[in-house]
């Protein structure tokens, strides 16, 4: 049943046929590589990332996680989710406005980054229940996979640039909450928070310089003397160094 969504894309652009799994056409993909923001950190680009990409590019697919990125800063990506449903395979929503199933592929999509979802004071966030199911853990160390719809190649994202919370173990690290270094579309970093909209606690981001920006590169989680307690509209309580983040 898979086999007619193989390759539709990829003569057009010479992707491997992981993109054929999600998407009927390129009309959307082809939009956002169109978009200009005029932001000083760069342009949107589609990417997926998941621990297994590799496996569902070669058409293992059932059960599969992905959450489809477009890091667009300019924020107008989220004004055509129309285009964005009607380029996709035959799904299924699971949860409105952040995961679908692809009937044929059975992959489950999240999609919370298309609709601009973000936790407030929390710079570059997507809520997400369990962030770990993206990542996989070998010798103590995180990783996960990543295509870019401009790139031909599946590349791995390392722990060292994989950040969570400070102190924990294991899968506990990354579960409610967890930063990945990722790229615009002019090769320059940004950085995704995954988090838990469910979780509670007070969390200090820790922050580094990378280009042009400073970005939080793992989380602290207490109260830390001196510090700044801010609460969102919804309740999530979040520990900001001096103040509330901003780029």
Known sequence: MLEKYLSRLAGKNEAPRVWDFIFKNDSWLSKVLKTTTGHILGDPIPCLV?????????????????????????????????TFYASLQDYDVIEKGSVILLRASEILLHIGDIHGRNIEFVEGSIPVKDPSVFFSLNNSEFSTQVIYYNKNNIYTIGSNEIGGVIGAKNEEAIRDICTIKLKFRNESPVYRVFMNPEWRAWVTPIRKKDGKVSWTVGWRVGLVEGETRVRDPEGFTVLIGNGRPSL
């Open 50 to 82: 998941g621990r297994e990409l590799q496996e569902i590019s070669n058409g293992n697919t059932k059960g599969k996680h992905l959450i489809l990125l477009v890091n667009d800063w300019g924020g107008d990506v989220q004004y055509d989710s129309e």
